[in-house]
């Protein structure tokens, strides 16, 4: 590829009316702290701990939205989830299987005739198992090459390689979507959500996992949290996660906070100062069989439908 290509597939924009509200009443929030057109694929993967950088971020007055600004585009996205290699992500699979169960068996209180269940940003396909195991019917899309792969060889899944924005796929066909940290990773959130909306079935029901900006872990951990990494291009509150789903044609059904559960090995690892204490492999082997349950109350659970009203 040429400089002027590479240049051009890793366009940036600056955009004027929040994405979350459309409301234009916007201010500096941030200001990027990393080379943004230096970025790789290392940098967005799922299991990165690059905490504390963040692009340049605007706040909406509006609806309390903070989102990038510039904001890549679609492509310079694309481009880097494609070669997303994440091996880590799978070694946490035990402790992922938690989270989904309990996501799992919140949805189906509020569709319990189950169906064809649709997973935005599937990974490995962890969640997509664990759904098919529970009588769901599930399909999903995922931009990692590998992670498609490795969902292919792990568990027998076939999942749609690409972005979920332009896929085609049936409307009014699924009776569950999953979006778990998904929007904040995209440029253009509301594409995504009005793509939920169009392939749920009337009835269906949508799940969000995304992180709080306003929770008081945020606030406690400032510039360092753990939330603030080059990988989100947004953050919610929930005033902004009810505009954009209202101006997406869906409604709140329920609100939770979304609970973690990884090894006391990945935690480690996450600390710079405490990682010597799985450097010794019977050490990490030891810590690894360690569920250690993050209540942290700094990401949104949400569900909701479509508004028939």
């Known amino acids: 590829m040429t400089e002027t290509?590479?240049?051009?597939?890793?366009?940036?924009?600056?955009?004027?009316?929040?994405?979350?509200?459309?409301?234009?009443?916007?201010?500096?929030?941030?200001?990027?702290?990393?080379?943004?057109?230096?970025?790789?694929?290392?940098?967005?993967?799922i299991t990165d701990k690059a905490y504390g950088k963040v692009w340049d971020l605007d706040r909406c007055a509006d609806c309390t939205h903070v989102f990038a600004n510039p904001r890549p585009s679609p492509r310079f996205i694309q481009s880097l989830y494609g070669d997303i290699i994440d091996p880590v992500y799978q070694d946490e699979a035990e402790g992922r299987q938690k989270n989904f169960e309990r996501i799992l068996?919140?949805?189906?209180?509020?569709?319990?005739?189950?169906?064809?269940?649709?997973?935005?940003?599937?990974?490995?396909?962890?969640l997509m198992n664990m759904a098919r195991e529970r009588g769901w019917e599930p399909e999903g899309v995922e931009p990692s090459s590998w992670a498609v792969e490795a969902a292919r060889d792990r568990y027998d899944l076939q999942i749609r390689s690409g972005d979920f924005e332009t896929a085609e796929l049936p409307k009014n066909r699924y009776a569950a979507v999953t979006m778990v940290d998904f929007i904040e990773h995209v440029p253009v959130p509301m594409a995504a959500l009005v793509k939920a909306g169009e392939i749920l079935r009337r009835d269906g029901v949508l799940c969000i996992v995304t992180p709080d900006i306003h929770s008081l872990a945020a606030r406690m951990a400032g510039s360092r949290w753990w939330h603030y990494r080059p990988a989100h291009l947004a953050y919610f509150t929930h005033r902004s996660l009810q505009a954009i789903?209202?101006?997406a044609g869906l409604k709140i059904l329920k609100t939770r906070r979304y609970a973690w559960t990884f090894s006391a090995h990945y935690l480690l690892t996450r600390i710079s100062f405490m990682g010597f204490l799985v450097k010794n492999p019977r050490w990490a082997s030891f810590f690894s069989r360690i569920p250690i349950k993050l209540t942290l109350g700094d990401s949104f659970e949400i569900y909701a439908g479509k508004n028939t009203s």
């Not at 004027?16 to 940098?43: Q, W, Y």
């Not at 209180?109 to 962890?126: E, H, M, N, S, Y």
Request: aromatic share 4%; glycine share 10%.
């Open 5 to 45: 290509g590479k240049d051009k597939e890793r366009s940036i924009e600056r955009i004027e009316a929040c994405p979350a509200c459309g409301g234009r009443s916007l201010s500096a929030f941030k200001k990027a702290n990393f080379e943004v057109r230096d970025i790789s694929p290392e940098d967005v993967k």
């Open 105 to 126: 068996e919140r949805m189906e209180r509020l569709q319990p005739a189950k169906g064809p269940l649709f997973d935005v940003g599937a990974a490995t396909g962890i």
């Open 245 to 247: 789903l209202g101006r």
